[in-house]
Each structure stands twice: as structure tokens, then as C-alpha cells.
């Protein structure tokens, strides 16, 4: 079965240092990798998603994602962290069959001002 | 308005009162899920629905239903509901070309 696991429950930074949140999959095959970000109180948000090419991808407010097929990884990296980023991060992973999305338990970031 | 619109926002329920939640979508998807976010365990796929005709079962479905009455909406129902449903319940959309869901604003559900 598929899993997804993100090593880091929580992280606690201040502002300006890097940030670089793991991601392992499990499934040998194919897949669409994406990042979710919820803030506190709201709902979750896509901040980037791999499908296929260039396997640095960008996505929104500075962050930055890269998948490397060898480790089944894909980890999430800003190079500075603001007090605004202070939420909650989801890896997720989808494979065939039926292309259902596997969320890992997410890892909390707190962001000291 | 909202892409994804789910009521109620929070509810308060009896250990054995039936509970609706109702979810409707304006980004004309067909894919619609419903997933149970608790506190460490990420977020848990109850069910989901790739068009009006298919439902299907999730990772933890068992004491949950569905209904599809619409391309936009998709309501899950507690037939009896217990303490340990209480959790935040997410419903989503998502266009298979595009990638990514689009998700709701969550329902808070307290079963006491």
C-alpha cells in the first residue's frame, strides 16, 4: 500500500533561517507528488505539485520542492522563513490506480518573530 | 464565493443523533472526496466519488455514508454518531489533468 511519510512532527525556527521539511513516499511506480499548507483555522492550500519534467518546481511565496526518484523523496525548502509561514504542512502523494491522494501526518511549523 | 462550500461550519451533536454534512463545489469537477483530518494523523479518506455514478470507499468508511445527488454535491452522513467521530471533516474537489485538490473550509463536528 502506498504510504507517505514526513520525518518532522514539528519545527520551531526563527525568521530568516532555511527551511527544509522531508518527505518520503512508498510506492514504486509513477506518481504526482504535491505540498498542501494550512494555516491556522483555515482549510488546506496546493503550495506546489510535481506531475512530470524539471523536478525542482516552484511554487507559491518562495517556496520550492525537489523530487528525487532515487530516495522516493520529495522535500520542501524556503531559504527564509517569515512569521507568516508559521502552519501546518502536508505532503501528499496519488498513484494509479485510482489516482486517491495519500496525505502524510504533516508537520508543524512555528515560526519565531 | 467559496470553490468548495461545506455546511455546517461546526456542529455539536448526541451520541446517536444522525448527522449530515453537506458539501457543494462551483469548479465543475467531477472528483469529489471527503476526508477526516485528527491531530497527528494527517488527513484520512472516508470516501470518493469520481462522477455522479461512482461512489467509493475510503481508508476508514466504516460508520459513514455518502450521497453524490449532484455533479457539485456530495454530502457525507453519520448514520449513529459516536465520541471518536469527532474530528475536523474536509470536502474536496479535484481536476485529474490539472492536479491538486481544491478543499473546503472543513466542518468541526463534536460528538458528546
Known amino acids: 500500500a502506498q504510504s507517505v511519510s514526513q520525518h518532522n512532527h514539528h519545527v520551531i525556527l526563527s525568521e530568516a533561517a532555511s527551511l527544509e521539511l522531508g518527505c518520503n513516499y512508498s510506492?514504486?511506480?509513477?506518481?504526482?507528488l504535491f505540498w498542501y499548507v494550512q494555516y491556522p483555522g483555515q482549510h488546506l492550500q496546493l503550495l506546489l505539485k510535481y506531475f512530470s519534467g524539471d523536478p525542482l518546481v516552484k511554487g507559491i511565496k518562495g517556496f520550492e520542492a525537489e523530487f528525487i526518484k532515487s530516495k522516493f523523496s520529495f522535500n520542501l525548502r524556503k531559504p527564509s522563513v517569515q512569521w507568516s509561514d508559521t502552519a501546518e504542512y502536508f505532503c501528499a502523494v496519488n498513484a494509479p490506480p485510482g489516482f486517491k491522494t495519500i496525505f502524510g501526518a504533516g508537520t508543524r511549523l512555528f515560526v519565531k518573530a | 464565493d467559496a470553490d468548495v462550500t461545506q455546511t455546517p461550519r461546526n456542529r455539536i451533536t448526541k451520541t446517536g443523533k444522525r448527522i449530515m454534512l453537506e458539501c457543494s463545489q462551483t469548479k465543475g469537477h467531477d472528483r469529489m472526496y471527503w476526508y477526516r483530518q485528527d491531530p497527528g494523523l494527517g488527513l484520512q479518506l472516508i470516501y470518493y466519488?469520481?462522477?455522479?455514478?461512482?461512489?467509493n470507499k475510503g481508508e476508514i468508511s466504516d460508520g459513514y455514508s455518502v450521497s453524490r445527488q449532484a455533479q457539485a454535491k456530495f454530502s457525507l452522513s453519520l448514520e449513529s454518531a459516536i465520541p471518536n467521530q469527532t474530528a475536523l471533516y474536509f470536502c474536496?474537489?479535484?481536476?485529474?489533468?490539472?492536479?491538486?485538490?481544491?478543499f473546503g473550509s472543513g466542518t468541526r463536528l463534536t460528538v458528546v
Open positions: 510506492y514504486g511506480g509513477t506518481v504526482n
Open positions: 466519488s469520481f462522477d455522479v455514478k461512482d461512489i
Open positions: 474536496a474537489t479535484s481536476d485529474p489533468d490539472r492536479g491538486g485538490y481544491t
